[in-house]
């Protein structure tokens, strides 16, 4: 069966995550579900994120009752940035009998081109494509690519970004992410709420 991984910063894990990774699990396209937590996005801050730990920990809380979504830090023990190309390659060697399948929101389709290698991870790997709202138009390429399949999973509206904006603003966040994940962040001042 596939395995799926979830790549992302989760700065911080919230619902619509979770639902997206339950809706490939319960509709049984994917044996279970990696979320794989990057400390240093090539696209973002050039700095190690200094909250790694907490946020990976709050990835833990929010996916511990659930033993079909597993938890790598893989991507702290790999050199920076960290390229998904390289972590995927490191996974095949790793684990040479698992087909992995990289789960990705639609609006990264919009400059996957622009990826290191991006060709390298579709010779090596299907894409299952969930719903995001997009700026721009996904490349015709991509939509018609033989490895890239869109899903009708929920629609994430919300973002780790306007979670930590609404928090910014004093707005409140409970609704947005699982209560321990909420009571965990409260306790750990991740975000000084």
Not at 128 to 154: D, T
Request: hydrophobic share 35%; charged share 25%; net charge positive.
């Amino acid at each position: 069966m596939k395995k799926g991984l979830f790549f992302g910063s989760f700065n911080p894990i919230h619902n619509g995550h979770l639902e997206v990774a339950n809706y490939f699990i319960n509709n049984k396209l994917l044996s279970e579900i990696t979320f794989i937590v990057t400390p240093q996005n090539p696209f973002k801050s050039k700095n190690k994120d200094q909250n790694f730990d907490k946020k990976y920990k709050a990835v833990e809380l929010a996916t511990i009752n659930n033993p079909k979504i597993k938890l790598s830090d893989i991507e702290l023990k790999l050199p920076t940035p960290n390229y998904t190309c390289n972590t995927l390659r490191f996974l095949r060697t790793k684990n040479p009998g698992n087909e992995y399948v990289f789960l990705m929101g639609s609006d990264l389709l919009i400059n996957f081109d622009k990826w290191k290698n991006y060709q390298n991870i579709l010779e090596n790997h299907n894409l299952f494509i969930y719903p995001r709202k997009n700026e721009k138009s996904i490349p015709e390429k991509f939509i018609i690519h033989n490895k890239i399949e869109f899903f009708k999973a929920p629609f994430i509206e919300v973002s780790s970004t306007s979670i930590r904006e609404k928090h910014k603003n004093g707005k409140s966040i409970k609704d947005l992410v699982p209560p321990i994940v909420h009571d965990y962040l409260i306790r750990n001042k991740l975000y000084d709420l």
